[in-house]
């Protein structure tokens, strides 16, 4: 009887079955077949797109990677995540967790980069680049937009992890904290990775990135406008500044958070002058600006319903 596997690739999915399916395809191709299993987490209680395709995948004698599918009725991101990581914890084998979104595929490289950097640095979180791959060209101001642009940066360790949407846990990161792993309090916003992250490092785990652990991620055209771009800006701006607020709670934390705010929000706005110069990037320095707002708005306390299952 072969081993149980060690590592696990977890996938939250929701109503993505054609790019759920390029996924798993392109997984068989750039990680080892012997000790990796597959978590495919469908968020949609309704028509579970996601579990059809992943269960295809579990039928088919030529498929090479275990597949354990996984219902999660409940909606929302926090729901999804917290599912999964339960049932990675709950098999005694599993020592590494892979997290990667239904709308990206790894890059040749991606496991092994992720594992190498974990073994070079002794990091127990490790995370990686995110390459837009544009369904269409774009012009040139949306290429070249931050929202678009993967981080820069060396391998080795870092301070702080921003996403789990290309990330790699060992299982003593994982059994650090006590569940529930992601705040439910940003089930609907987003935010919960940000949240876990901040408390992981605060927690005393250590980080990892993954230069060459490469994940490519669908950008399709309704995404290539600037109302989505200021939009997903503002959106930036409000889950980090939620995060924030949770850690620095009391009248004296958000007084502090608000001054800073205010601050940044003087110095982007007198930076919109840059709009005018040539060669600017317009696209960001208005998105830099809208991100200020989503940070005020945050700091209201109203609460902003931006994710309705697992994206």
């Not at 798993?24 to 750039?30: F, I, K, R, Y």
């Not at 000790?35 to 030529?62: I, R, S, T």
């Not at 981080?151 to 059994?175: F, I, K, Y």
């Not at 060669?279 to 902003?304: E, H, M, N, P």
């Amino acid at each position: 009887m072969p081993a149980a596997p060690t590592i696990w690739i977890a996938i939250p999915t929701f109503r993505r079955p054609g790019q759920l399916r390029h996924l798993l395809e392109s997984l068989t191709a750039v990680v080892p077949h012997d000790d990796v299993q597959l978590l495919v987490a469908d968020n949609d209680p309704v028509g579970q797109e996601g579990a059809l395709v992943a269960h295809e995948m579990q039928d088919d004698p030529d498929y090479p990677l275990p597949i354990h599918i996984l219902h999660v009725p409940e909606p929302g991101l926090c729901s999804v995540r917290n599912a999964i990581v339960a049932t990675a914890l709950a098999a005694p084998a599993m020592q590494y967790l892979a997290m990667i979104d239904d709308d990206e595929w790894p890059q040749p490289g991606w496991l092994d980069a992720l594992l190498a950097v974990r073994e070079m640095c002794g990091a127990d979180v490790v995370g990686g680049p995110v390459d837009a791959h544009f369904l269409r060209p774009p012009p040139h101001w949306a290429r070249e937009a931050l929202v678009f642009r993967a981080e820069d940066r060396p391998s080795g360790a870092t301070d702080m992890l921003w996403a789990s949407n290309n990330l790699l846990l060992s299982r003593a990161a994982l059994e650090r904290l006590p569940a529930p792993w992601f705040d439910p309090r940003f089930n609907c916003s987003g935010g919960e990775d940000l949240d876990y992250l901040t408390r992981l490092r605060d927690a005393g785990i250590g980080f990892g990135w993954a230069a060459d652990a490469r994940v490519s991620e669908w950008v399709p055209p309704e995404r290539v406008r600037l109302g989505w771009i200021l939009s997903r800006m503002w959106r930036i701006g409000f889950t980090e500044t939620l995060t924030r607020r949770k850690h620095r709670p009391g009248i004296v934390g958000t007084l502090t958070l608000f001054g800073r705010t205010l601050a940044v929000f003087a110095m982007r706005t007198a930076g919109l002058l840059a709009l005018l110069l040539p060669g600017a990037r317009r696209v960001d320095i208005a998105g830099q600006w809208i991100k200020c707002w989503g940070r005020l708005y945050a700091l209201t306390g109203r609460g902003s319903r931006a994710y309705y299952g697992a994206e």
